[in-house]
Structure formats: C-alpha cells, structure tokens
C-alpha cells in the first residue's frame, strides 16, 4: 500500500499553491480556529466536512467565492465568472502526468461552428495486439460543469487526467457551446454532435468500437443524462443512428429546471452553490421559461426511463441538487435501470475538483474507479 501510495505521487504535479492548500486543509482545525468557526456544521443530520468547512470558512474571510454570481455586476458578466472558475480549478486540483493529452477539432452540429474536445488516455492504455477491437480500452465522453455558462476544457483539464488514469479509460472531453451567447438547446445539440463524433471514431481514437460512456458535473451530468435519453434505442430523436451509451456517470447532476427539492431550501445558501447561482445560471441557459419541464431540460421529468444505460449517480450532502440526483436514481431504479447511487455525506457540489481537500481528493478518485468498473462490465475480454 505504501509503495502504491509513492507510485501514484510521482505520477502527480502539486503546484505550490496546491500544495500548501493542501497542507494547510489537512489540518482544518488550525483554519478554523483562526477564522472562528470550531462548531461542526449540521444539516439534515449530515455533519459538514472539517476539511471542506475550513475552506469555506477561509474563503468567505476572502470576500467568498460561490459556483454563483456573488453580486449584480458578476451576473451581468459571464466572462469574469469563466476566468474566475477556470483560475480557482488551476489551484484546487493536483494534474495527473502520466496521461497523453491531444486536442482535436470536430465538426459540431449541422450548422453550427466546430468543435473542440480533448482526448485524454492514460500511458501504455490499448496498447498491444487486438483483434477487431477487442483488447481495446472503452471510452467516455466527459461534459463539464458550470451551469451551462462557465467551464471549459482547461477549467475541468485535471478532473478528466485523474479520471483517464484511474478508469483506464480514453476520456474525450467536449467543449460544448455556453449562455448567454448560445442558450439552449445549443448545448444539448453540442454533446450529441460529439457523442455521435466519438462513436463513429473508435479505430482513430483507439478504444473498442461501441463502448462508450458518458459522464458529466453538475451541468455536465445534465447533458450527460439527457445525451443518454436522446440516443437511447428505439427512442427515435436525437440521434437514433448512432449506439446508446453502455454506462452513464452523473456527479451531483441537475436533472429538474423546477427547484423544487428539500435539499434546495435546506442547503441552499452558505455552501458554494447557492439558490442565487443557481437561478442564474437557469435564467441565462433557460430565457423560456416553458422549456423548463421538458425531457431535454430536466430528464427527471421524461415519460419513460426504461432502457437507459445503467448508471452511476453521485451526490453529495451539503449540495442544493442532492435531491436532484437521488430523485433521478429512484426513478431509474423503477423504470428497470440498474443504478449504483452514492451520497457523500460530508461533501459540497464541487468536491469532484477539489483535490487540494485530501478527503475529496479521495473520493474523487474512488468515483472515477466506480466509473471506471461499470465501464469495463460492457466490454468484451481480449481474445
């Protein structure tokens, strides 16, 4: 275990910042009494991560950081929030090495500007003799979070390195179309532009041919889902001509535009995504209102679920959308569909891209594994 443990740190790059962060969380009561917030945190009997309400107690010293707009200036300009994300996303999580990173340009939607997405495959992955693609790794399509108005591929670059590495999976990261200058349905036809892409890719890509996942944070996980919806067979919109995913990997999804949940009036305030965020990042992605309550929007509200891909739905239990992804895991769950359902307890949304938290960083890597193993169920062995 202890070699295990060396091995891996010399397959990671910890910048400074990091790693201080780091050292600094490991130690949450030190941050806490300084900051004078000793008392653990309670919410619908979930205790708050020590580690994780440092943070928070540190950050709101540091006039506050939220997935959200924190004022009306912010919410006019989706271009600070971008570069804010994507710098906060550079000093939260250590960058795994061992993985070789290419970008690729795509043709996007009929239309619609090209495409870019990142492929990402660990060293030594598929390589070796196969035979009609058997031997071959799979693949899984990543969306990033963001609220469908921030993130990129630079902002979730070290969340798809670990998940490459960890999976064994070659991991295609799409940098799908944002609000307010594309509002929906752009993103939506941007993920099924590149899914339909990957699929059709596997010879050039080097995975198996036809097993390919899709996986996605937060807004992410909602394009994720509704990506699975679209193509699944015999559903006959989307893209009916390309194959279903054989696997779905939803981390803290949003799947119902309504905001309706308990978990969204409970912990809806003092826990980085906040109600104010998120009804920003809807109002901005959503201008009509009457797209709310459709299947492409908020796939919890589909007619049918059965047959989707089997699912792996994580949550965490300091996060608005808990009650989202859990609802979405029961309704699968009755529809048929075989779900493996995880809550973090202890967690807040983001803590998928906060490896500087060694307890979230933990997780993280034991979501990507799950992943990973639900991924490799539906392929065929070598041979």
Do not use: K
């Amino acid at each position: 275990m202890l070699y295990n443990r060396r091995l891996q740190r010399t397959n990671e790059r910890w910048p400074l910042a990091t790693r201080l962060g780091s050292a600094l969380f490991s130690r949450p009561g030190l941050v806490l009494g300084l900051t004078g917030g000793r008392s653990p945190v309670e919410r619908d009997g979930r205790v708050l991560n020590r580690s994780v309400q440092a943070l928070l107690a540190l950050v709101n010293r540091m006039d506050g950081f939220s997935d959200g707009p924190a004022d009306a200036t912010q919410a006019d300009d989706p271009a600070a929030l971008r570069t804010r994300l994507t710098r906060m996303a550079r000093l939260a999580m250590p960058v795994r090495t061992d993985v070789h990173v290419t970008g690729r340009v795509i043709p996007g939607p009929e239309g619609a500007p090209d495409l870019l997405v990142r492929v990402y495959r660990q060293y030594g992955t598929g390589i070796g003799p196969t035979s009609g693609g058997r031997g071959r790794p799979p693949a899984i399509v990543y969306y990033h979070g963001g609220g469908w108005v921030t993130g990129d591929l630079d902002s979730h670059d070290a969340s798809c390195r670990l998940l490459a590495a960890v999976s064994g999976c070659v991991v295609v990261a799409v940098d799908y179309r944002l609000a307010p200058e594309d509002p929906f349905p752009a993103a939506v036809d941007d993920a099924l532009a590149a899914y339909s892409w990957v699929q059709r890719h596997s010879d050039d890509l080097g995975f198996a041919p036809g097993q390919v996942g899709v996986m996605g944070d937060s807004a992410g996980g909602n394009l994720a889902a509704v990506v699975a919806l679209e193509t699944r067979s015999g559903n006959g919109a989307g893209a009916p001509d390309v194959s279903p995913p054989v696997a779905q990997g939803l981390v803290y999804p949003a799947v119902d535009a309504r905001f309706g949940t308990e978990s969204f009036r409970t912990v809806g305030d003092g826990f980085f995504l906040n109600r104010a965020g998120m009804e920003f990042f809807r109002g901005t992605y959503l201008p009509d209102r009457a797209d709310w309550e459709t299947a492409r929007v908020s796939p919890l509200l589909a007619a049918d679920h059965r047959g989707l891909a089997p699912a792996l739905i994580v949550t965490a239990g300091f996060d608005p959308l808990r009650d989202d992804g859990a609802n979405y895991a029961a309704a699968l769950g009755e529809a048929g569909v075989e779900v493996e359902y995880r809550c973090y307890d202890d967690q807040v949304h983001g803590f998928f891209g906060m490896g500087l938290l060694p307890d979230s960083w933990a997780l993280a890597t034991e979501v990507c594994d799950a992943m990973g193993r639900l991924m490799r169920r539906s392929v065929p062995p070598p041979g």
